[in-house]
């Protein structure tokens, strides 16, 4: 049986732990943090009113894919291309990009158009840099301020020295287009950014792409998304 003194030894115990508890409880938790960042991610030249048209563009490689597709994405719209696997969406978007000549009209580019392209597979040139220095020389940010942006995008003092080979599929994305949000580019082009990821990742996204001040063009079929995201206009060709 305990004595006394074993049973004044548990309660010392368990006061301490409730101690600790509560001060952990206090701590402000990682949304918390990200909502308390008020960063803008600002365009620093913006583009012309029209961004891109396509008139009567037939679409491919050694043959034609889809074709009559007509029309035009205008600055600070959320453009969304919504159709079934195989119509084509991602082969549009290379010919947007310039990746692939058009089969048959054409698609202009607007003036001082510049795109930032987040592809639906990521690939970074040196999956051994760490999470800061990536951001840090990428955007040319002092520490301090790359730390911010990071915690924004839900990278936090425990992932800063992160290799980019641990990244998970979802933080990959995040920290992409934390990077491309960075850049001078004035025009996101993004397919299917949702895909696998996690509900964190997802409603980061959200909020980022809602606050940016550029054209965003997008594939996806997830509606949930595109509801929040506000998207104003849809490509819809469908088999």
């Not at 943090?33 to 961004?51: A, E, M, P, T, W």
């Not at 291309?81 to 054409?106: M, P, Y």
């Not at 510049?114 to 955007?139: G, H, M, N, T, W």
Request: glycine share 6%; proline share 2%.
């Amino acid at each position: 049986m305990g004595n006394e003194s074993d049973n004044e030894g548990f309660f010392k115990k368990a006061k301490a732990v409730e101690k600790r508890i509560a001060r952990i409880d206090r701590l402000p938790k990682p949304v918390e943090i990200r909502n308390q960042l008020n960063l803008k991610f600002n365009v620093r030249v913006r583009s012309g009113k029209i961004v891109c048209v396509a008139d009567n563009l037939a679409i491919g490689y050694d043959t034609v894919l889809k074709d009559s597709i007509n029309f035009q994405v205008n600055w600070r719209d959320r453009f969304a291309i919504v159709a079934d696997n195989g119509v084509g969406k991602s082969t549009l978007i290379k010919t947007i990009l310039g990746e692939l000549d058009a089969k048959e009209g054409q698609i202009r580019v607007g003036e001082s158009v510049k795109f930032s392209y987040l592809p639906q597979e990521l690939v970074f040139v040196d999956s051994s840099v760490r999470i800061l220095a990536y951001i840090q020389k990428s955007c040319g940010l002092d520490e301090e301020r790359t730390r911010r942006y990071l915690a924004r995008f839900g990278f936090y003092q425990h992932d800063m020295y992160k290799p980019l080979s641990y990244l998970s599929g979802g933080e990959q994305v995040r920290l992409k287009l934390l990077e491309m949000m960075l850049s001078d580019s004035n025009c996101l082009i993004l397919d299917e950014p949702t895909n696998h990821l996690d509900i964190m990742s997802c409603e980061i996204i959200e909020e980022a792409l809602r606050e940016y001040e550029g054209t965003i063009i997008v594939v996806s079929h997830d509606r949930m998304f595109l509801s929040k995201l506000g998207v104003s206009k849809f490509y819809l060709r469908n088999i």
